[in-house]
């Protein structure tokens, strides 16, 4: 399983951007897929996450309400819109994937419930 992560930029606070994360193999559809970020000098936090179906999605409380999580089974990509940009938003951004198709919430939100990882993306929001 590979994982590519792409969209990231530069974009002004307020602003919005989309990333996205193509993943390959044939049983994408059945996989948990989360995102998480790495600012500088931090370390990696959960971002969201969204089961199989997309029916069911996680998010971290400091986006909740400006991201969107979503997938597209058919072309195994999964986005993150994210609006109302903010200079803490800035870190790189990763795509995961779980082995599973179900995870409980709080699971969802640990770096280890997730198998694969792509090679992140950088976001950087000026203020």
């Known amino acids: 399983v590979q994982l590519q992560a792409s969209g990231g930029g530069l974009v002004q606070a307020g602003g919005s951007l989309r990333v996205s994360c193509a993943v390959s193999g044939r049983t994408f559809s059945s996989y948990y897929m989360g995102w998480f970020r790495q600012a500088p000098g931090k370390e990696r936090e959960f971002v969201a996450a969204i089961n199989w179906s997309g029916g069911s999605t996680y998010y971290a409380d400091s986006v909740k309400g400006r991201f969107t999580i979503s997938r597209d089974n058919a072309k195994n990509t999964v986005f993150l819109q994210m609006n109302s940009l903010k200079p803490e938003d800035t870190a790189v951004y990763y795509c995961?994937?779980?082995?599973?198709?179900?995870?409980?919430?709080?699971?969802?939100?640990?770096?280890?419930?997730?198998?694969?990882w792509g090679q992140g993306t950088l976001v950087t929001v000026s203020s």
């Open positions: 995961a994937a779980s082995g599973v198709a179900y995870m409980g919430a709080t699971q969802s939100t640990y770096a280890a419930s997730y198998a694969y």
